[in-house]
């Protein structure tokens, strides 16, 4: 199946420094990423929508300005935690979408974001 | 309101048994795409099954299969002869929305399997 991968997968910062998470697809072309966060023994929630071409779309609830999300290429996509703090440790896992596998999206690995 | 109800937060199975775990979704959608991944505890989600709304058939892939029942709105995932493997998590989700780029999946609170010897 395809491949999507994460980089880094696990980091520790100090509260308010900025931390970027990459998303990429290795095999194919995402048109689609999408963000979630996991907190401990709870599901995954949806933060932003992002299409190769255009603004990322946030979910409700969802500070856009703290979580910077960038589309750079149909392969690659980022989140910036800026200004991080204790209570965004958490689990953020992407996926990406091909356009011509619609019903299927491929998950990353997740980074585990810990802000001491 | 809850758009997709996983009942079971924890469901335990001998080796080599069947397991269903319930699932069940609201909406007013005609069409709608419903998933079931598996989450080890490494953290990554892997896809197991795919029912689309209009599929007249249920969904099988392997061991896996969801009895989809549309009337009741339910997707329970069948799975035949478990294996210690398959002790995981198990999410159902719920593609909501149509177009391309829009439409975003819903998660269920999740069901964690045990299977013992």
């Known amino acids: 199946g395809a491949v999507v991968s994460q980089h880094p997968s696990r980091v520790i910062c100090k509260s308010g420094t900025s931390v970027k998470i990459e998303c990429r697809s290795l095999d194919f072309q995402a048109t689609t990423m999408f963000w979630y966060r996991q907190f401990p023994k709870q599901s995954l929630m949806l933060m932003a929508t992002s299409n190769e071409g255009s603004k990322a779309t946030y979910e409700q609830g969802v500070e856009k300005d703290k979580f910077l999300i960038n589309h750079a290429s149909l392969t690659l996509s980022t989140l910036t935690v800026t200004s991080a703090h204790p209570e965004d440790s958490s689990f953020y896992i992407c996926?990406?979408?091909?356009?011509?596998?619609?019903?299927?999206?491929?998950f990353g690995p997740g980074t585990r974001l810990t802000v001491l | 309101a809850q758009k997709i109800t996983q009942t079971q937060p924890g469901m335990f199975v001998q080796e080599k048994e069947a397991v269903t775990l319930d699932c069940t979704y609201d909406t007013s959608d005609p069409s709608y795409g419903l998933f079931w991944y598996k989450q080890p505890s490494s953290g990554e989600m892997i896809f197991l099954i795919y029912?689309?709304?209009?599929?007249?058939q249920n969904a099988t892939e392997g061991r896996y299969s969801l009895n989809f029942q549309k009337a009741r709105k339910s997707a329970n995932l069948v799975i035949s002869a478990s294996q210690l493997g398959d002790s995981a998590m198990y999410f159902c989700a719920m593609r909501e929305g149509y177009n391309i780029g829009t439409d975003k999946l819903i998660f269920g609170t999740g069901t964690r399997l045990q299977v013992f010897p």
């Open positions: 029912q689309g709304s209009y599929d007249q």
């Open positions: 996926s990406a979408r091909a356009r011509a596998v619609y019903n299927e999206q491929f």
